[in-house]
């Protein structure tokens, strides 16, 4: 079967599952930003005990695959009383996973940041919260943004693993293609299409985002 | 000897070189000087194919270097394997990052006769220790760069250069890079090869020095050579007027 | 705990590490090939290799994995998810190496690229006694970042059903459901596996450090 046909044929069934593929992605990128930032918080403000704990929290999560956290949450929390439909178990584990590095990557972009402006800020009076708020975040979101693009990327990538738990984003729907019609050239290579232009896209938001906010 | 004939050469659209004559008798020394960007650096990379250049030839002991014209009159560029015959016969010393970080001080010395030379390990290793013994430094011969000061730096990399036994050393500024008290000790060893009678081509900003050394100073402005003469003549009794802001500038 | 899952997962993890030695020793053979690519003269070949290594990175490695795996009936090759997988692995981790050691070479002072051309050395005494020394000691980092994520990416190809830590592990809880016990012990021997390579890591990094080479780069 040709492509054209193939992707006439098909086509609204891809975009279901681009769909999904974007909103897990988008949820869980969101989620990870704001769950890694709070542990940035955490490590700068609870002294030794507080940056220890995240540091544990991000050595687990760095040296164990994405699978991993993926099947316990999906297999035990309807064991625990917490029935979640799928998307929530499989977003939750990305979440969890990505804003481990999130917080290395913004641990990065804070000691970049000149030591003198936090005597700066102390020295008008700005309470800790505050200094947090208006000075340390904004530059240290900015001074990221690279970095975050690339780990935005990653997680992109990572929910083709949520096929494993019947989430049908575009791998699921590129499997369930393949062993209705048994075209599995077709299926698998608009799908990896798709996520090249998915990535792509990514990169260039991130670019264009990173070009406009940057001050120097 | 080296003649160097019309040399011409752009960077794109930008003409770096235009038509460059100089010629350099065996023994002397011509240290080449100006303003940033005026060409003297690339002139010294052209000499030993650093650079390709559009225009022009450069000529050691008669024979032609770098390009060839074809029996049809085309001008093509000589093989790698001549080309590396013919650097060998150059040595150069930069700014900076001249030395081999995972080499001893011995082996970057060794390196160019063990490999490029096909020297005996014996042969190579007793001429090292020669070289290195004449530029002060055989005490540091197993020592690493990154233990070295950056003056014996530059001295380790003169005895490499002259471990190939070439016919001509060209130094790229060799000072420059270097803290004041570290500056001596280099052009100390450059003053002992005088005796050896070895052409040289020096780029440098430190006139004093081009003073005692050079036999004739080579002043160059947007490409070419403005004015040649010998050192009295070139700092002392300027003609040129841009020679004469350049030297008020720099004293 | 089920009895027999420890000597299960253990299994399981000896594969894992089989499949990540594999995919790293075949992928270091492929990036040094596809980092020449990198640097060739002819532009055709360039952009070959920047194609190879956006797609690559830029598909999911389960996708390559499943097209690899269903299309392998099609082409006639009786072979099964191991060779399937590894060698999808192999593809995986030799783009991701190769952009390593362009980095690496990229890295290279231009001094002492053109003191080594100037010294007339020949092109293998370039690449065995300046090229290769130097590339290794600033690539070591981020090879062992990548040996890392290789033994991580194994855990993929449990979808394809290639046996290994995982699938080891997804089969001892569909049977038995000890979920916190058996997935946490398989967090561990992963964990055991890529903090161990980090560790080997630095200490190979602070044994070519102590032979003077100090880091210094441009």
Known sequence: MNFGRWVAIYGPTYLTALGWTAVTAVGAACGALIWGCALLLIRLSAGRWGARGVDAYVQLFRNTPVLLPIYLIYFAFPMIGLPWPAVVCGGLALILQNAAYISEILRGSVNAIDRVQFDAARSIGLAPWSTFRKVVLPQVLVYSIPALGNQTVLLLKDTSLLSAISITELTMQAKLLTEQTGAAYEAFIVVALLYLLLVSGTEVLFRVTHRAVRWR | MIVVRGLQKSFGTARVLRGIDLDIADGEVVALIGRSGCGKTTLLRCINFLEEYETGEIRLDGEDLWYRATPDGVRRRVSEVEARRMRQQMGIVFQQYNLFPHMTVLDNVLLGPRFAQRVSTAEAEALGRRLLARVGLEAKMSAYPAQLSGGQQQRVAIARALAMRPKVLLLDEITSALDPELVGEVEDVIRSLLSDRIMMVLVTHALGFAREVAHRIAYLAEGAIVELGSPADILDRPKDPGLKEFLRRVR | ?218
């Open chain 3, 1 to 218: 705990m089920p009895p027999g899952s420890l000597a299960l997962l253990a299994q399981g993890a000896a594969v894992s590490l089989l499949l990540a030695a594999v995919a790293i020793v075949g992928g270091t053979l492929l990036a040094v090939l596809l980092a020449a690519l990198a640097f060739s003269r002819f532009a055709v070949v360039r952009a070959a290799y920047r194609v190879y290594v956006y797609v690559v990175r830029g598909t999911p490695l389960l996708v390559l994995a499943l097209l690899v795996f269903y299309a392998m009936p099609a082409l006639d090759l009786r072979t099964g998810p191991y060779i399937a997988g590894t060698l999808v692995l192999i593809v995986y981790t030799g783009a991701l190496l190769a952009e390593v050691f362009r980095g690496g070479v990229l890295a290279i002072p231009r001094p002492q690229w053109e003191s080594a051309r100037s010294l007339g050395l020949p092109p293998l005494a370039m690449f065995r006694k300046i090229v290769a020394p130097l590339v290794t000691r600033y690539t070591l980092p981020p090879y062992v970042n990548v040996c890392v994520m290789t033994v991580k990416a194994s855990s993929v190809l449990s979808i394809i059903s290639v046996w290994e830590l995982t699938l080891a592990a997804r089969e001892i809880i569909e049977r038995t459901f000890a979920v916190f016990t058996i997935l946490g012990l398989a967090a561990a021997f992963y964990f055991v596996m890529c903090f161990g390579i980090d560790r080997l890591g630095r200490l190979f990094e602070r044994h070519l450090a102590l032979k003077g080479f100090a880091g210094e780069r441009a």
